[in-house]
Structures are given as C-alpha cells and as structure tokens.
C-alpha cells in the first residue's frame, strides 16, 4: 500500500464500515490526483444544519504517476481496500485530435473493473468553480506542491457538497416546513 493513504490509527476503523460516508475522488491523467475524505454519516442525511465539511472525519489526498498500467493497478488496489466508498472521478471530453488519452482510458478501465459500485463522472470546470484555491486554503485542504491531489480534493469536496443539496431538498420535498 502506497505509505500517503493515510494514518492507519485513524483509518484502521473506516477502512471496513459500511456506516462511514466515504468518497475516493480522482483526477486521472499523466498523474492522476486521488483524495478520500471520511464524513460523519449524519452530517449527509437531509438536516441542512449539520453541515458536511466540518463533520469531516478524516481526510488524506495524494498523486500516482507512472505509465498508465501502473497508475490503474494502484488506483484499483486504492478501492479495493476502501470496499464502501463511492468512486467520484473527473469526467473529461476530448476536445482535440492530440489530446491526451489517460484521463479517457483510465475512466473507462475503472468503469469496467469496478462495476457495480457507484460511480461519478463529475466535470473539472464544477469542481473549480465550487472550491477555488483561496477557499481551498481557508478550509486547510490546500496541498502545496500537488496540483492533481488538490484537484482530486475539489472533486471530492464538489461531490460531497452537491450529495448534502439532494438530500436536504429530497428531505424538503418528503417533510413539508412548518
């Protein structure tokens, strides 16, 4: 296991806990960027006062590189280990003929070789606009020296935030207010 997953005093009890609101974000490419963050699942129920981002319980984010091959073994292994954490990665369109293929084969293998767990294809620009840097700072989530894991920590902070939002209008719709 790559030594950056995390704290294993923090993690040994989340690794398996189908109870714990876990997410692996990714920014796959030439590096692929990957951050897990651990909520406290009561902060993602419908109550808009329990707000999810200070009920993170832990969190850690981290980049592979290598060849393609490497980069996937390592990335499955990853979600493997953490069997109940849903899998949010950064969907990406070619827009040119000499794009770069990773981030499209890297998605497409994991669609693949993880299927059926739940899956998030989640666009860049949503999740650079959701966490910009000097919000990404303030909130302590700011990891110098490694654009791709910051961006996996956008996606995944995007993802848990917009998830939040479904619940609390999904609970608005269910309860009507007083």
């Keep these: 296991m790559n ?5 294993p005093n923090d993690v040994d009890r989340l690794w398996h806990d189908a109870e714990a609101y876990q997410v692996i974000s990714l920014d796959p490419g030439g ?9 406290h699942p009561i902060a993602m129920n419908g109550d808009p006062d329990i707000p999810p981002l200070i009920n993170v319980e832990w969190w850690t984010a981290g980049e592979f ?21 849903r899998l949010v ?15 499209v084969e890297i998605n497409a293998i994991l669609r693949h070789v993880m299927r059926p767990r739940y899956f998030v294809l989640q666009s860049a620009s949503l999740a650079m606009g959701t ?11 700011w990891i110098p020296g490694k654009q ?31």
């Excluded at 969907?91 to 293929?101: S, V």
Aim: aromatic share 8%; net charge negative; proline share 5%.
């Design 31 to 39: 590096t692929t960027g990957w951050s897990i963050f651990s909520v």
């Design 131 to 141: 966490l910009p840097d000097d919000r990404q700072k303030e909130l302590g989530l």
């Design 65 to 85: 590189t290598g060849n393609q091959d490497s980069q996937c073994d390592e990335i499955v292994e990853m979600l493997r280990e953490w069997p109940y954490a």
């Design 148 to 178: 791709h894991a910051r961006d996996a920590v956008k996606h995944n902070v995007t993802f848990i935030k917009r998830r939040k939002a479904a619940e609390v209008a999904a609970r608005r719709r269910i309860v009507p207010s007083p």
């Design 89 to 103: 990665t950064e969907d990406f369109k070619l827009r040119q003929l000499n794009a770069e293929l990773d981030p």
């Design 3 to 7: 030594e950056n997953w995390a704290d």
